[in-house]
């Protein structure tokens, strides 16, 4: 079954590949993995972790949309009509504006202006414009974040709350007027880990059609790494359907393999890159998911969501 990832870290590997010399990196290191796990649609991250500067994330969004000009595999989502293209859909996203430190209104549009459609503020850092879950408790959305949102808003980018400490989470859902979504994180309530949601906040990304992406990185899974597997995912989809309903969950796996073994201990034992997705689809079966809540998980929703919302 076909599946939408909302979060794969694809633009940081094709930048960093470009460094070592490689070209093409999209299509010789991913395609084949990903369309053998018929994950054919993924936004592709370009991932900051807190110390770079606007011309580096300058750098590798361009790397990564350079690359996708020159291919044919790949479609561009650049607006809700590319949404019904039944070929592989690649959707830009930003993890992280730490580079943003002044004139936010140009750099948002100079953003979008180069294809990125959904972005967070933060990764896990503290920045100028938001606070990440290793941040201070206390601090949430600085103005220039809350501008920040308002320019997204206009945009009809998409927000993504994933890595917000809980101060910075109910800071954005208090001033966005648009689609909020978690991209990449799991139920609290079964893994008590930051960047996974607690309940109240699965319900109110909820009541405002927000979308929660079921991440496959293990430690946002299970404390215990021996009981982390694509069952256990699934039991994170099914506590969220409980509490709020099939229309909300959709996919964020998150994978690593690409960056090397260490980063690959990250990923979950039997689906440890995009090749093994369909894995997680026969978990979601097994534990009694019917077909049309699948079709949903799978991409529907995301589709759905995003084509009411971009332009
Ligand atoms: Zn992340």
């Known amino acids: 079954m076909r599946i939408f990832d909302l979060h794969a870290d694809i633009g940081a590997d094709v930048l960093s590949q470009h460094h070592l010399g490689k070209e093409n990196v999209l299509l010789t290191r991913h395609s084949d993995k990903c369309l053998k796990g018929e994950v054919s649609a993924i936004a592709m991250a370009s991932f900051f972790s807190g110390k770079e500067t606007y011309e580096e994330m300058q750098e590798m969004i361009l790397t990564l949309e350079n690359e996708l000009e020159n291919q044919q595999v790949w479609k561009r989502v650049l607006s809700s009509q590319d949404l019904k293209n039944e070929s592989p859909l690649a959707l830009m996203s930003v993890e992280g504006m730490c580079g943003i430190r002044e004139h936010e209104t140009e750099a948002i549009a100079w953003m979008y202006e180069h294809g990125i459609r959904l972005a967070s503020l933060c ?35 998409v927000i993504d709350v994933s ?46 059609g927000g979308l929660i992406g079921m991440n496959s990185c293990a430690y946002f899974i299970d404390h215990d790494l021996t009981k982390v597997n694509v069952d256990a995912l699934a039991k994170h989809a099914a506590y969220i359907k409980e509490l709020v309903g099939i229309d909300h969950l959709a996919c964020g796996f998150d994978f690593m393999d690409f960056f090397g073994e260490e980063d690959a201990a990250y990923t979950i034992c039997d689906m440890k890159n995009a090749s093994y997705a369909q894995n997680f689809i026969q978990a979601l079966k097994n534990n009694h998911f019917s077909d049309s809540e699948i079709r949903k998980i799978a991409y529907q929703n995301v589709i759905d969501r995003f084509s009411q919302y971009l332009r």
Request: proline share 2%.
């Open 123 to 157: 990764w896990n850092e503290e920045n100028a414009l938001a606070t990440g879950v290793k941040g201070n408790p206390e601090r949430g959305l600085s103005e220039m974040g809350r501008h920040v949102i308002s320019k997204m808003d206009e945009l009809h980018m």
């Open 163 to 208: 890595h917000a400490n809980e101060k910075t989470f109910w800071d954005i859902l208090d001033c966005a007027k648009g689609l909020v979504i978690a991209t990449h994180s799991n139920a609290y309530a079964l893994c008590d880990h930051p960047r996974n949601l607690k309940d109240e906040q699965i319900k109110a990304l909820a009541a405002r």
